[in-house]
């Protein structure tokens, strides 16, 4: 079964600019994730999608946002980049069930650069 | 708001056991522990999980006490390839859904 793909590996932009990223979840799994990494934050949780609908949203601004599509996939985007969103963005899929039982599995993420 | 304390770094011997332990002292009743390792470069990769029993798979074993307040990942015969940072995380309720608080992790370096 492959596992969760990210598409694009690596992305660099300019300040001001939006951008979106993509992910395709696990087949069969109906949670999507995102989270975002910094080596001064660490990992911090971004949203999560089900079955199209956001579920949970992290601490973050409006300029980052995401959808899901029927078919599992989501997109998130980030609009007017500033410096400190430079980061490694992951998104992770799960079953979405029995949620505390169903394990996250994690893309290789979508490493954003902002200049 | 990590949930989880772990210590910042261990070295293990090629072939030998690797002990991570892990502190989650305010473990709610219905909050699983999850342990992920991420290599520099890649996602997170998940290990194993469980809620109060022991757990063991093919890449590791689980041990949580019996009040639940700590645990312990073990690799039993480890390899340079195990060399990673390994995350102890507390799967926490928000509202009807959840999420992974991910904590500072203990880099594990594995030497020859």
């Known amino acids: 079964k492959a596992g969760v793909t990210q598409t694009p590996r690596y992305l660099i932009k300019t300040r001001g600019q939006q951008v979106t990223l993509s992910c395709s979840p696990i087949?069969?799994?109906?949670?999507v994730s995102w989270y975002q990494q910094t080596p001064g934050q660490g990992l911090q949780f971004l949203f999560e999608y089900f079955s199209e609908t956001q579920r949970n949203k992290g601490n973050f601004p409006g300029r980052f946002s995401g959808r899901q599509f029927s078919n599992s996939r989501s997109e998130m985007n980030v609009s007017t980049l500033e410096l400190g969103d430079s980061a490694l963005y992951l998104c992770a899929s799960s079953s979405g069930q029995d949620r505390y039982n169903s394990p996250l599995h994690f893309g290789n993420g979508t490493r954003l650069t902002v200049t | 708001d990590a949930k989880t304390t772990q210590p910042p770094s261990m070295d293990c011997a090629e072939g030998r056991a690797a002990n991570l332990p892990c502190n989650h002292s305010?473990?709610?009743?219905?909050?699983?522990v999850y342990w992920y390792r991420q290599i520099h470069s890649q996602g997170p990769q998940y290990i194993i999980h469980g809620l109060k029993n022991n757990e063991t798979n093919e890449m590791a074993s689980l041990i949580i006490t019996e009040d639940r307040k700590s645990s312990t990942l073990i690799l039993p015969h480890a390899t340079l390839r195990d060399t990673a940072v390994y995350y102890c995380i507390v799967r926490v309720a928000v509202g009807y859904t959840d999420k992974l608080i991910f904590g500072t992790g203990t880099r594990l370096q594995v030497f020859p």
């Open positions: 305010t473990i709610s009743g219905n909050e699983y």
């Open positions: 087949s069969g799994h109906r949670s």
